[in-house]
């Protein structure tokens, strides 16, 4: 994870959980003077528009004052849905058996796009089957990992 997004998951974690809701990850997506910064909740009854208007005036109270960010930003704030993005080892073992696809940064077996199974996760080390194959990956070497929603 980004020092960015860390040091945004460490200012946010305690008034969104004072709200009633588990940070279930952020993504700072830098796009010129116009930033995004996308704040993902979760709750055991689901999440709703009312849920995420409370968090983000409250997140959005809490960036002003520290200022984390000096350029413009738009602040969003969902639940992570059905294809939710995975942010800390305790989420990618949360959902071993299941299928995701995970961006890597480095390339491993020269690809830096991996789709398959979770095998397991061992500390920081992911394993990832794709197409049969056991592929083992640092969870800091991933940019971008999501379950693949099954319809």
Not at 13 to 21: D, K, R, S, Y
Not at 85 to 92: D, G, I, R, S, V
Not at 107 to 134: C, E, F, W, Y
Request: glycine share 8%; with cysteine; hydrophobic share 45%.
């Amino acid at each position: 994870m980004a020092t960015l997004e860390s040091r945004l998951v460490d200012m946010l974690t305690v008034p969104v959980e004072a709200l009633g809701f588990k940070l279930w990850g952020i993504e700072y997506v830098q796009a010129g003077k116009h930033s995004i910064v996308r704040i993902f909740i979760d709750h055991e009854n689901g999440i709703h528009i009312e849920n995420c208007a409370e968090v983000s005036r409250q997140v959005g109270a809490v960036l002003d004052v520290e200022d984390p960010i000096s350029t413009e930003f738009t602040l969003e704030v969902s639940s992570p849905g059905v294809d939710r993005p995975l942010f800390t080892a305790q989420q990618y073992a949360a959902y071993v058996g299941e299928d995701a696809k995970v961006q890597l940064t480095m390339p491993v077996s020269g690809s830096r796009n991996l789709k398959g199974a979770i095998a397991k996760v061992d500390g920081q080390m992911l394993t990832i089957t794709v197409d049969g194959k056991d592929l083992v990956v640092a969870l800091d070497n991933i940019r971008k990992g999501n379950i693949i929603a099954k319809f």
